[in-house]
């Protein structure tokens, strides 16, 4: 530890989360998990929520600090019960990760209207009620971060993900109007829009020859870890990222400048 910041000896000061609270959604995950890791790494203490119950043991893994929450991110009373749960308990929230997301894949003109509507409630409605509970909180106290993940699919069309691409574009669009609103009020709001990241589950979706065709259409020739998808989170929740309102980072090796 240092003696001046408490923090662990050469840690960078500006990624530095001790005295923060942050919010994260789809913590069970893959993605999730990594996210947890690193916040908590830098000092945060995390209130992960989940709908998979396995949340619970992922926040007792990670120390006394940290609490897991299980919950439906398509049922507004429990967000907002969730929320205010976590305000009671660790007395204030600084940052929200939305990071839970879905995504089913059909034509366009086959699309079930019920996956249509709940890739949207899910990826879309739910991050927006997370934010705006989440912002009461952290406008009160003149602080706070809003990360978002967005994707790749925001921006390009690709086959397949009528419902997903329309849940991801609204996302940056929701994060814009959040900086431009709550900026002046000390919360900035930002996206990150991810390739494919090799989660677990990615490996099977992404496995043999459509895996060996998707890399290659990536310039640096991979998809995107976990990891790297929670550094750039962790930049973004930071003092480091003070002057970053409304930006969508993207972390797609260069898949998108194509």
């Known amino acids: 530890m240092t003696e001046e910041s408490g923090a662990p000896a050469g840690a960078l000061l500006p990624f530095d989360l001790h005295g923060k609270v942050a919010i994260v959604t789809g913590a069970a ?13 830098a000092g945060a203490r995390i209130a992960l929520f989940d709908r998979n119950p ?14 897991g929450f299980v919950g439906d991110v398509t049922d507004e009373a429990s ?15 600084d940052i929200l990760v939305n990071n839970a997301g879905i995504g089913t894949l059909h034509p366009a003109e086959v699309k079930p209207t019920a996956d249509f509507d709940l890739t949207i409630a899910v990826n879309l409605r739910a991050p927006f009620l997370y934010a705006r509970e989440a912002a009461r909180h952290m406008l009160a106290r003149g602080y706070g971060r809003v990360v978002t993940i967005a994707s790749q699919a925001a921006v390009i069309g690709i086959e397949g993900h009528v419902a997903y691409s329309a849940s991801k574009a609204g996302l940056i669009g929701m994060t814009n109007c959040m900086a431009l609103e709550w900026g002046p ?42 990891d790297e998808i929670a550094l750039a989170a962790l930049y973004l929740a930071s003092d480091a990222a003070a002057m970053v309102n409304g930006a969508n980072l993207m972390v797609d090796g260069g898949y998108t400048i194509r």
Not at 203 to 225: C, L, N, S
């Open 185 to 226: 009020r000390g919360v900035t709001a930002n996206c990150i829009s991810p390739t494919v990241v090799e989660t677990e589950m990615a490996k099977i979706g992404w496995a043999g020859e459509k895996g060996v065709r998707a890399r290659a259409e990536i310039p640096t020739r991979r998809f995107a870890q976990p």
């Open 29 to 41: 995950g893959g993605i999730g998990s990594a996210l947890c890791h690193r916040f908590a790494e």
């Open 79 to 93: 967000i907002i019960s969730q929320v205010e749960a976590v305000a009671a308990a660790f007395g204030q929230i």
């Open 54 to 67: 396995a949340v619970i043991a992922a926040a007792e893994a990670l120390g006394t600090a940290h609490q």
